[in-house]
């Protein structure tokens, strides 16, 4: 079974720019998640997609960051315009339809996105 | 008060060595715990769920105490693979995770 999949793994970007991050979850896997690590801060909840509805999205910080995930596959998160503040790693996670509780959960590499 | 608090160490012990993690939550309502493992520039991976009637694997225990709203992981006779980041996590509502800060341990030979 291939895992969660995310693209880039890295991204330099200048303050102002728009940066598209995507993750392809397991196959199957209704549930998916996006988390992002600050410098210095623990992993964060951003937000949490049931097939192509969002869930929950408590975590996203402001109205510059927008989630899509068309069709229940894929998904895509864009920063727009991006502050220097973004900078971190955003990891994506998916876990199968009717897991609760947050067990199931299986984590992507990670997008390591810097600012400048 | 954060969410969940991990002491961030670092811990550097030896090879051979017991070593012990504590962790304290915040949410009463939380219904499941665990523990992921981070190494450096990876994701995390889950090391083990935790349990009331706490619970072990090989070298690795794990311990809950919803009274105290406290949980602990123990690793005995560590080896040098051990040396990770632990990261304590804790389920918000229905699906979302709370991560503590993580606590580094460094296994020295």
């Known amino acids: 079974e291939a895992g969660v999949t995310q693209f880039p793994s890295h991204s330099v970007i200048e303050k102002g720019q728009t940066v598209t991050l995507r993750c392809d979850p397991i196959s199957g896997h209704d549930n998916l998640y996006w988390y992002r690590r600050v410098m210095g801060k623990e992993i964060k909840f951003l937000l949490h997609?049931?097939?192509?509805?969002?869930?929950?999205e408590s975590g996203m910080p402001n109205n510059r960051f927008l989630a899509e995930r068309t069709g229940g596959t894929y998904s895509t998160l864009k920063v727009q315009p991006a502050e220097l503040e973004d900078s971190g790693v955003y990891f994506c996670a998916s876990s199968r339809g009717g897991t609760g509780g947050g067990n199931g959960y299986t984590f992507g590499s990670g997008t390591r996105l810097t600012v400048v | 008060r954060k969410e969940v608090e991990q002491d961030p160490g670092p811990f550097n012990v030896p090879e051979g060595a017991t070593v012990a993690f504590n962790c304290t939550y915040s949410n009463s309502a939380s219904q499941s715990f665990f523990w992921y493992r981070q190494d450096c520039r990876k994701e995390p991976k889950l090391l083990m769920s935790v349990y009331s009637s706490g619970n072990e694997d090989g070298r690795f225990t794990a311990q809950l105490n919803r009274a105290s709203q406290y949980i602990s992981l123990l690793i005995r006779d560590s080896k040098l693979s051990d040396s990770a980041t632990y990261l304590c996590v804790v389920n918000w509502g229905a699906q979302k995770l709370v991560f503590g800060q993580g606590t580094r341990l460094t296994i020295n030979p």
């Open positions: 997609f049931v097939k192509e509805s969002k869930q929950d």
